[in-house]
């Protein structure tokens, strides 16, 4: 097999997959007890374009380790006070929060969302998780594996949320 480089677009960043150095094996990633997994790197929300969120974490859990799926689970955290991107894109999102209670933005509707709510973004819908909350928000965001790059929304008010 040749050493074959795969590039595609995810929602934070330009991912690159090394086919002949990721294995497609079963992996257990056994949860620490604080919101972190085992072999899983804490990351920034985004690595480019302009800054139009704050104090938000993600960790890639299935979906940067070689595997075949079609589908990514990331986890992300919003501190207090912070808030994603405003954005659309033309793939769709599956939400399951399982730390503290936030807040999502779909067009101009403002939904509170708590432990174990499910919301599904459907695709071209402007969005925007945030949390106006004095505990960590967490969840769990499925998203096609093969994706298009966010486009950033206008807020049409002042407030961020």
């Known amino acids: 097999m ?7 677009i995810s929602c934070e960043y330009p991912l690159s997959v090394q086919k002949s150095k990721k294995e497609n094996k079963t992996r257990l990633y056994r ?8 072999g899983i790197k804490v990351e920034r929300y985004k690595t480019y374009g302009e800054r ?3 104090e938000v974490i993600r960790q890639v859990i299935i979906g940067s380790h070689g595997e075949s799926t079609r589908f990514h689970l990331r986890y992300f955290e919003i501190s ?5 991107s405003f ?6 999102h599956v939400v399951v929060v399982i730390r503290g209670r936030g807040k999502v933005r779909v067009n101009n509707r403002t939904i509170e969302i708590g432990y174990l709510d499910t919301i599904y973004i459907s695709p071209d819908t402007p969005h ?3 949390n106006p909350y004095e505990e960590p928000f967490g969840f769990f965001c499925i998203v096609n594996a093969r994706r ?3 486009k950033p929304v206008k807020i049409s008010s002042r407030k961020r949320g």
């Open 52 to 54: 139009d969120w704050s």
């Open 80 to 84: 207090p006070k912070g808030y994603t």
């Open 31 to 38: 949860y620490r007890g604080d919101f972190r997994w085992r």
């Open 128 to 130: 925007r998780l945030y």
């Open 148 to 150: 298009d790059r966010p």
């Open 87 to 92: 954005e659309r894109h033309k793939h769709e």
């Open 2 to 8: 040749k050493n074959k480089t795969e590039t595609f």
